[in-house]
T-cell receptor, first 112, second 111 residues
Framework: DTEVTQTPKHLVMGMTNKKSLKCEQH?????MYWYKQKAKKPPELMFVYSYEKLSINESVPSRFSPECPNSSLLNLHLHALQPEDSALYLCASSPGVTGELFFGEGSRLTVL | RKEVEQDPGPFNVPEGATVAFNCTYSNSASQSFFWYRQDCRKEPKLLMS???SGNEDGRFTAQLNRASQYISLLIRDSKLSDSATYLC????????????FGTGTKLQVIP
């Protein structure tokens, strides 16, 4: 069982909706990540939080808005998405010194 | 050379066979390397970490060749349950906050 928990597992939303993806880890990891993965492609980095501060934003469109309320939680707020944003959104955490990533099961997003 | 390069496959092998995948990387300063396994429509899961010359865990062996800048993953006595995509991951230099994923190698073990 994964120690990184993501909700919801599946989400269908219209282009005008506002929704949020949530991620929680209790491994004491100080780095947390959002990745986007399309079919048959490797995960693509979106954001990195280190010690609850945003440290990397890979030029992600502003319709994706990350938030890190505390060291265990990571949210991704979604607004005015496009159908091409449909993908598997993966949250990960890392001890931060070795490069190992621990992924949640992902939230499969469909934008209609 | 791409930062991390893998043969996409698919590798179709019979049960019980031995199969090996290679992954080449361009950053000669990289110190650690990882193999992840990803099942269809699931999340990647860490399979093996490689920090020195190699690592072995049961039927799985990962080897590092720094001179030629590649890591390999050897799977012995393949099982049907080994069918998955295997991702090679190399941390970027400077803090390990970013890693580079290979495109993955798909393995299909056939009865």
């Amino acid at each position: 069982d994964t120690e990184v928990t993501q909700t919801p597992k599946h989400l269908v939303m219209g282009m005008t909706n506002k929704k949020s993806l949530k991620c929680e880890q209790h491994m004491g990891h100080r780095a947390m990540y959002w990745y986007k993965q399309k079919a048959k492609k490797p995960p693509e980095l979106m954001f990195v939080y280190s010690y609850e501060k945003l440290s990397i934003n890979e030029s992600v469109p502003s319709r994706f808005s990350p938030e890190c309320p505390n060291s265990s939680l990571l949210n991704l707020h979604l607004h005015a998405l496009q159908p091409e944003d449909s993908a598997l959104y993966l949250c990960a955490s890392s001890p931060g010194v070795t490069g190992e990533l621990f992924f949640g099961e992902g939230s499969r997003l469909t934008v209609l | 050379r791409k930062e991390v390069e893998q043969d996409p496959g698919p590798f179709n092998v019979p049960e019980g066979a031995t199969v090996a995948f290679n992954c080449t990387y361009s950053n000669s300063a990289s110190q650690s390397f990882f193999w992840y396994r990803q099942d269809c429509r699931k999340e990647p899961k860490l399979l093996m970490s490689v920090y020195s010359s190699g690592n072995e865990d049961g039927r799985f062996t990962a080897q590092l060749n720094r001179a030629s800048q590649y890591i390999s993953l050897l799977i012995r006595d393949s099982k049907l349950s080994d069918s998955a995509t295997y991702l090679c991951v190399v941390p970027n230099s400077g803090g390990y906050q970013k890693v580079t994923f290979g495109t993955g190698t798909k393995l299909q073990v056939i009865p």
